[in-house]
Structures are given as C-alpha cells and as structure tokens.
Nanobody, 122 residues
Framework: VQLQACGGGSVQTGGSLRLSCAAS????????MGWLRQAPGKEREFVAF????????DYADAVKGRFAISRNNAVNTVYLQMNNLKPEDTAVYYC????????????????WGQGTQVTVSS
C-alpha cells in the first residue's frame, strides 16, 4: 500500500492541526492504521492507532486527550486531529499500516508513508 501524509505546518503553542493520510493499493478498510512521529535526534515513536473499522483506538500517553485519530474507509483516508499542541510535539509525522505485534511498538507497522513536518513554537 502507498501512503501519503499531509497537513503539517507551523503553529504556536496551543494551536491545532489536522493531518491526513491517503492510502492507495491494497484494501484500506481491511487493516489498522497508525500515526507515528520522529523528533530531531530521537527515535521514531508511536502516537496513535485505529482499528480497521474505527472502533478501537489507542494513544501514546503524551498525546492522550489532545489528539484524536479517525478514518474514512470510503475515501481511504486516516486522520489525526491535534489540539493544544506543545513544542514537544514538534516532529515529522508518519502514517503506517499496522501489520503484527503490539500497537504501541513501531516495529508493528509497515508501508510507511512520506512524513509531514509539524513545528510548534512557544
């Protein structure tokens, strides 16, 4: 599957952004999806997961209550609504297809799309 993330940008602390990830190729509605991020000088980390039908979601503790993942299988797109952004949210954000393993492990994802930069200034 090919994934393309977009919607990043530069905002001030407390601002909001909505990321989108469009999928093509395999049947999008048959697999879970995740958002992950990588800050400068740090390892890639899990942000959010959503099951194939949108019923099950999971979030990293650092973003719980501020970020919301959703999907629209009719248009093969997964979203990440990010509210109350903080400088520590600055990173390149990636969407990826969930394959196997625990949802919070970055190794559980494949078909990484091209990331989108999010910069939060104080």
């Amino acid at each position: 599957v090919q994934l393309q993330a977009c919607g990043g940008g530069s905002v001030q602390t407390g601002g909001s952004l909505r990321l989108s990830c469009a999928a093509s190729g395999r049947t999008f509605s048959s697999y879970g999806m995740g958002w992950l991020r990588q800050a400068p000088g740090k390892e890639r980390e899990f942000v959010a997961f959503i099951s194939w039908n949108g019923i099950v979601t999971d979030y990293a503790d650092a973003v719980k209550g501020r970020f919301a993942i959703s999907r629209n299988n009719a248009v093969n797109t997964v979203y990440l609504q990010m509210n109350n952004l903080k400088p520590e949210d600055t990173a390149v954000y990636y969407c990826a297809r969930k394959t196997s393993g625990q949802v919070r492990f970055t190794s559980a994802y494949s078909d990484w799309g091209q990331g989108t930069q999010v910069t939060v200034s104080s």
